[in-house]
């Protein structure tokens, strides 16, 4: 997470959060390849090693169809059912990472609630610190709230196409970090992602739409392969499922912010997904998305999940190859 926060002197805390690609293509680096100058280091904090009890905030107004692709991708990470490369050989290779017992994150991650802010109760525009204000509602509403699982909860609050987030589109897709007992009554990891298809598909839906107003048309290189078809037909919310994926890949090696980063400095970590925005497969990087599958419509894909489902899931920095890695990788 590129730091969104200390270039905005008035942030008092700063948030991991998913940074924008268009810097990643104009910085054009591309870690698919192994680097020594990646300084990735564990810094004695803990990872997410026990089982995931994962619990959905959906706030807004959210189409069912769109929330069947998100759940079904988050069924997919812990599912042996689909065939490789799956979401859960995908996620293997952010099992690579441990804490200092030895312990390696968890690959059993259960989706054990949802619930419904269709009621917008922090309003149409949120700050940062208001997501954590939609934790507590979910938490504390009657009669259907979640629990406050301080043991193995790990909370996603999703934000639906019309709501505006502070720094969403222009600097960030998405972040994680941990609420405060004073606003949620314990310190538990969460990560908000916001609607890729409507405020910035160009930002938030790469590869599946590119940042227009970046001045420049999509390369045409690769054969046109620059810009790929969402693979279940949803350019927003299967933009948001790589977020997603991105943000649960960084909160579990990196849940308070003391664990998995590189750079120096805890304010403006760069962490294990980080590293490898806008590589999808083989040869990724500098605005080429890398070797990935085509369905029998010509969608990208590089990933099976549960239901005959396809995704698109960016890489993950692989701690034992030094490299960015996935499993579709052709080489
Ligand atoms: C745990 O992490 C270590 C170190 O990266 C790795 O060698 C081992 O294969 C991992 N175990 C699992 C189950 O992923
Ligand atoms: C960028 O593209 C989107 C969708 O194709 C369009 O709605 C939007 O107006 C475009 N923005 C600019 C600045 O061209």
Not at 226 to 240: F, H, K, Q, T, W
Not at 249 to 277: F, H, Q
Request: hydrophobic letters at 35%; a neutral charge.
């Amino acid at each position: 997470m590129k730091q969104f926060c200390c270039y905005l002197l008035l942030c008092s805390f700063c948030i991991p959060a998913l940074a924008l690609p268009w810097s990643q293509f104009n910085q054009a680096k591309n870690y698919e390849g192994s680097s020594d100058l990646v300084d990735l280091q564990y810094h004695m904090g803990p990872v997410l090693s026990a089982p995931i009890n994962l619990y959905i905030i959906w706030y807004g107004h959210w189409k069912p169809t769109q929330q069947a692709i998100i759940r079904d991708f988050l069924y997919s990470l812990s599912s042996s059912s689909a065939s490789y490369p799956s979401v859960a050989d995908w996620w293997r290779t952010v099992r690579l990472y441990t804490d200092q017992t030895g312990s390696n994150i968890t690959g059993n991650i259960v989706l054990s609630g949802e619930f419904y802010d269709s009621a917008y109760s922090n309003g149409g525009y949120l700050s940062r610190l208001a997501i954590q204000s939609i934790i507590r509602t979910a938490v504390t509403s009657s009669p259907r709230a979640l629990p406050l699982n301080t043991h193995n909860g790990l909370y996603l609050v999703l934000t639906s196409s019309d709501v505006r987030v502070q720094d969403f589109c222009r600097a960030v897709c998405g972040f994680h970090y941990f609420t405060f007992p004073t606003i949620v009554g314990a310190t538990v990891p969460y990560a908000w992602i916001g609607y890729s298809g409507t405020q910035c598909p160009g930002m938030c839906a790469y590869p599946f739409a590119w940042p227009n107003y970046s001045g420049k048309p999509p390369p045409s290189t690769n054969g046109g392969n620059n810009i790929l078809r969402a693979p279940n037909g949803d350019v927003g919310a299967e933009g948001m499922v790589s977020v997603i994926a991105h943000e649960l890949a960084e909160v579990s090696s990196n849940p308070l912010v003391n664990a998995w980063y590189a750079g120096d400095d805890p304010t403006a970590p760069t962490e294990i997904a980080d590293l490898c925005m806008g590589v999808y497969g083989t040869g990724g990087g500098g605005g080429y998305p890398g070797k990935v599958n085509r369905d029998s419509w010509g969608n990208g894909y590089n990933v099976n999940g549960v239901k005959g489902r396809k995704f698109l899931v960016q890489w993950i920095w692989n701690p034992v190859k030094r490299r960015c890695s996935g499993p579709n990788a052709i080489d």
